[in-house]
């Protein structure tokens, strides 16, 4: 064991149950907690029951239907709508029988699972947090390891707690300075992975570090850590600070009293040592940065909002030429094009990302006063139905309707499609989400990632916006 | 659940020549509705194998002869990016890909390999340039797993492998029976870690 050591090498230390090898690269980790969803979980469910194993903690897992059902205002109101989903009934079962809690669509606290667990207060620094969705890293933001994990590993968690684990090499992401008005988490992370690229990080736990990060909210902190995954990073870490831990005071599963006491004196020890090495490191200026949007079909295809369209023709390797030229082909563009002068069809607020109550509050502050352009469809999809409630305490579902937007319940719905939000072939979606894959928010269908500021925007503006000009002329 | 044991298999290539192939792109949300692991071999690249009529694209590698019978891919950097959807891994062994030979993968992809047979190898630029040229010819490889060979027409290299995942693919063994192996250590671990911490209680 080193001398000094990264947080990330900590974590992983004190989950060991055993190395698997000589040189203790891969070990047996403890996992402390997971949540579990509708689509991934269902084969591990089955192989369990096919083994006759049982749960090994049931207590340590929670279910979430989010990511098939339906996020209009009437599912309630039609429950066969879910009965008659096999995932979601199945599911149901499933976690009857294995003694599992879960927040179906009657819950009052039902949301996306990366919403969820952390206004619950369940995820805590220092845990290690494994669960069957790549957005997983989310919970980084409190000093916890999260990490995405396939089907197979589910069903390997729930019958041993544990995960056959292969240590990852550390990379620092240091943001130095602040980021200018009217620049959020979002553009920050979409500025880290276009620098660095859709596997700039891969292999690597990443921890962010510096002043920009510190003063970001634990919201906003929570948007950078979700997104980290598609730099290729399988768990980005911030050390917990006061921040952290005001933020989990109160909430419904957090330690209390005594028990949050002792807590507190654990989680001060969750940081990196002085002198501890990486074994990677990248410096990024946050005053530098400017709002992002994406112009292709991987999020590391993007530009500051001020930019155009690149030319594939001025990039120098032949491999990223063709990928640059193939998804410019597919998202309908044409190099040169101003950003600001691409049209849309669609505007989504939504997502594991950014649906939180902040992201709402950011957008809402842009649609306030305004309607979204004609021709285009706007939606806001609250992340939990806590999220809902507490927007609808200020009045943020009041200007969005106003101002002609739909006000959903919570789920994953857009952002990939897997319930009956789907983008029509060829159409444009400004979207707060976290992918634009080909195909993801449906076949066919062209995907911009921007902040819910810049979603906002985008949608009274009817094309893609920088954030700050209408914010300049709200002062007016 | 136990696999089919991965020892020495021959086939075509066939060479997907891109970075950041996601899982999106691999299995299409359509086919994540069951809560089975069959029928995902239709669902594979299924918007690039077919039309908006359901017809195969015969300018996709996997609908023409040889590849369609193929048992590698050969491809870029970041192979099995995006969502941890593990029926992209189901569906490519379900089509009868046996080994993917990538210039990186990304990590939840190459752990769902593992715990399904399929046979993930990292590779230089140069290897993955002539795997490339092997599978636009149409030629034959043979991967030897106990061996750590590939052989190409050109000759045999070596590729390198984790000791236990090795092990794991040879036997096609069943990754929650060997670590049920050491469930009194699990308990005793966390006896000690929850007792610890006793705000986790």
Redesign the interface.
């Known amino acids: 064991m080193a001398a000094y050591r990264t947080l990330y090498d900590k974590l992983v230390d004190?989950?060991t149950?055993?190395a698997?090898?000589a040189g203790g690269g891969?070990v047996?980790l403890?996992v402390?907690r997971t949540v579990l969803n509708e689509?991934?979980s269902?084969?591990a469910f089955?192989?369990l029951r096919?083994?006759g194993?049982a749960v090994?903690?049931p207590q340590s897992a929670l279910g979430v239907i989010d990511h098939?059902n339906s996020t209009r205002p009437e599912r309630i109101a039609l429950p066969r709508v879910q009965a008659d989903d096999?995932?979601m009934s199945?599911f149901v079962s499933n976690c009857k029988e294995f003694g599992i809690e879960l927040f179906d669509l009657y819950h009052r606290q039902q949301g996306i699972e990366h919403v969820v667990m952390p206004e619950l207060g369940l995820a805590?620094p220092g845990l290690v947090i494994a669960a069957?969705?790549?957005h997983t890293t989310t919970y980084g933001a409190f000093g916890a390891l999260g990490?995405?994990?396939?089907?197979?590993?589910i069903?390997?968690f729930l019958?041993?707690?544990?995960l056959?684990y292969?240590r990852l090499r550390n990379m620092e992401i240091a943001v130095a300075g602040h980021l200018p008005p009217g620049v959020t988490a979002k553009d920050l992370i979409m500025a880290v992975i276009r620098r660095i690229g859709?596997?700039g990080a891969?292999?690597h736990a990443v921890e962010f570090t510096g002043p920009a990060i510190r003063t970001l909210s634990i919201e906003g902190r929570m948007t950078i850590c979700n997104m980290a995954v598609?730099c290729?990073a399988?768990g980005a870490l911030i050390a917990p600070d006061d921040k952290t831990f005001a933020y989990l005071e109160g909430k419904p599963r957090a330690?209390k009293g005594?028990?949050?006491i002792?807590?507190l004196e654990?989680w001060r020890m969750l940081r990196t040592d002085d002198g501890a090495v990486f074994d990677a490191r990248i410096e990024i200026s946050a005053g530098d940065i400017e709002p992002m949007v994406t112009w292709g079909t991987?999020p590391?295809q993007a530009a500051p909002i001020s930019e155009a369209v690149p030319d594939p023709a001025l990039e120098t390797s032949p491999?990223?030429r063709?990928?640059a030229e193939?998804a410019l082909g597919y998202m309908g563009l044409s190099p040169g094009t101003r950003l600001t002068d691409i049209r849309i069809d669609h505007a989504f607020i939504g997502s594991c990302t950014n649906a939180r109550l902040e992201d709402l509050r950011g957008a809402a502050r842009i649609v306030k006063g305004r309607r979204a352009a004609a021709g285009v469809s706007a939606i806001v999809v609250p992340g939990s139905r806590e999220v809902r409630r507490l927007a609808e305490a200020e009045g943020l579902d009041r200007i969005f309707r106003e101002a002609g937007f739909e006000w959903r319940e919570p789920g994953c719905s857009m952002c990939?499609?897997?319930n009956d939000d789907i983008i029509p072939?060829g159409e444009r979606c400004a979207s707060s989400t976290n992918?634009n894959?080909?195909?993801?928010q449906g076949?066919g269908s062209r995907t911009h990632l921007m902040s819910p500021a810049m979603v906002a925007a985008a949608a009274v503006s009817g094309h893609l916006c920088d954030v700050r000009t209408l914010e300049v002329s709200d002062a007016v | 659940m136990p696999s089919e044991p991965f020892e020495r298999v021959s086939g075509v290539i066939a060479a997907l020549p891109s970075a950041n192939i996601d899982t999106d792109v691999i299995m299409p949300k359509t086919f994540l509705k069951g809560i089975d692991r069959s029928g995902l071999e239709k669902g594979l690249f299924h918007d690039l194998r077919f039309d908006e009529q359901g017809a195969l694209r015969q300018d996709f590698v996997l609908n023409q002869a040889p590849w369609n019978t193929s048992a590698f891919l050969v491809t870029g950097a970041n192979f099995g990016c995006g969502s941890s959807r593990e029926h992209a891994v189901w569906g490519l062994r379900q089509f009868g890909i046996r080994a993917i030979i990538a210039r990186s993968f990304a990590g939840i992809f190459f752990d769902n390999c593992a715990r399904n047979g399929l046979l993930a190898i990292e590779a230089e630029e140069e290897t993955v340039r002539q795997l490339t040229e092997c599978g636009e010819r149409g030629d034959k490889i043979t991967i030897d797993l106990a061996a750590q060979t590939l052989e190409t027409v050109r000759g045999v290299a070596g590729f390198g492998i984790g000791e236990r995942r090795k092990y794991m693919l040879l036997k096609g063994l069943d990754a929650v029976g060997m670590t049920l192996q050491w469930r009194t250590e699990i308990e005793t671990f966390q006896s000690r870690y929850l007792g610890a911490r006793a705000w986790l209680a």
């Not at chain 1, 019958?159 to 544990?162: D, E, I, L, P, V």
């Open positions: 004190s989950h149950v055993r698997l090898d891969e047996l403890y402390d689509y991934t269902p084969q089955t192989g096919d083994a194993r090994f903690r098939v096999l995932q199945y805590l069957g969705d790549s990490f995405g994990i396939g089907t197979s590993d069903e390997h019958a041993t707690q544990t056959v292969r859709a596997d891969q292999g598609e290729g399988r330690p005594h028990a949050l002792a807590a654990a991987s590391d491999a990223r063709r990928d193939r990939l499609a897997m072939p992918r894959f080909e195909g993801r076949a």
